[in-house]
């Protein structure tokens, strides 16, 4: 299955806007997920060399980033998707509800 543009887009602005306090509170390791394949959706392939030494954050998300090297743009958007359904349907509350019916709808 392939996720479209669209859904995608959809499944970014949703991540964006997730407020800190509210019921879906995605992990550091599901941050980490959906920052790989985010950039490997819309950069492709690492164009950008390791960051150095005392940026620790910048090289977990440039490692991460480098981990899914050779997926495609389309694997990349459909695993983002997969993933934030995964997290809304586990959280099971009205705002995820909503939030699955944006993504399915768009």
Avoid: C, H
């Avoid at 939030?99 to 399915?104: G, N, Q, T, V």
């Amino acid at each position: 299955m392939s996720v479209s543009e669209a859904k995608f887009d959809k499944a970014v602005k949703i991540i964006q806007g997730l407020p800190k306090d509210g019921p879906v509170k995605p992990t550091q390791e599901d941050q980490l997920y959906f920052y790989k394949y985010y950039k490997q959706a819309t950069a492709g392939d690492v164009n950008t060399s390791r960051p150095g030494m005392l940026d620790f954050t910048g090289k977990f998300k440039w490692d991460a980033w480098k981990s899914v090297e050779g997926v495609s743009k389309e694997e990349a958007r459909t695993k983002y998707v997969e993933k934030l359904l995964e997290i809304l349907r586990a959280s099971d509350d009205e705002e995820s509800k909503k939030y699955i019916a944006e993504i399915e709808a768009a």
